[in-house]
């Protein structure tokens, strides 16, 4: 269900079981509990969760992980929260976390704007990741796209001064309307003229690779906190 009656509120997820495997099934049991942070109405205490201060970066929406896993082992000075509401994906990355020993990663199995209300500290965030999340492309399902104005106005809320917003799409009208919402944004200032190039840091997945081989485009938008 995409609407939920006691948050009052369209979702911009479909909630869907997935089936583990065996594999994710003894990651989410032997690493769950040192890397996978449970939900609470309570402010976060990054130090706590990493055993260290440093710079966080948020990923919403992280999928199968591969992404996500690849950017915390090639920036080991910052902190990385991964927010995924998606069993199988969780599982996966836990994986990827016990099998690669990556120490700068935690995740949450929650839904996002929940957890930036409730968890995430305002002003705390040194950046924010969103990468591929879903086009809704039919025009009557485009109210449920992740990236709408009141989304973008909390995680603003959520990003410490000079923080950013990388956000990346592979379909050309939501490349258009985050442009045209982050635009709007007053507490933000586009790093760009338009689109951004595609940070090094963010590799190319096996589906970009797919797409760019059939001539599709990836448009990357990166923003900063006034």
Not at 211 to 216: A, E, Q, R, T, V
């Amino acid at each position: 269900m995409l609407y939920d009656p006691t948050e009052h509120r369209i979702r911009s997820f479909v909630t869907r079981a997935g089936r583990l495997s065996v594999a994710q099934a003894r990651a989410r049991e032997e690493l769950g509990p040192q890397y996978l942070l449970p939900y609470a109405k309570a402010p976060l205490d990054y130090a706590a969760a990493f055993g260290r201060t440093a710079p966080v970066i948020l990923e919403i929406g992280f999928g199968m992980g591969d992404t996500t896993s690849h950017i915390a082992r090639a920036m080991p000075d910052q902190d990385f929260i991964g927010v995924e509401v998606h069993t199988p994906g969780v599982g996966s990355l836990l994986k990827q976390i016990g099998e690669q020993a990556i120490g700068n990663l935690r995740l949450i199995q929650h839904d996002a704007v929940e957890v930036l209300n409730q968890m995430i500290p305002d002003g705390s965030l040194a950046g924010v990741h969103v990468f591929f999340p879903d086009p809704w492309h039919k025009a009557r399902h485009n109210k449920r796209r992740l990236i709408q104005a009141p989304f973008v106005a909390l995680l603003t809320q959520k990003l410490a001064t000079g923080g950013y917003l990388h956000c990346a799409t592979d379909w050309q009208e939501y490349a258009q309307q985050m442009l045209e919402v982050l635009g709007a944004e007053g507490g933000l200032q586009n790093s760009a003229e338009g689109y951004a190039p595609q940070p090094a840091y963010r590799p190319l997945t096996k589906f970009e690779n797919r797409g760019i081989k059939l001539g599709h485009g990836v448009w990357d938008l990166v923003f900063v906190k006034k």
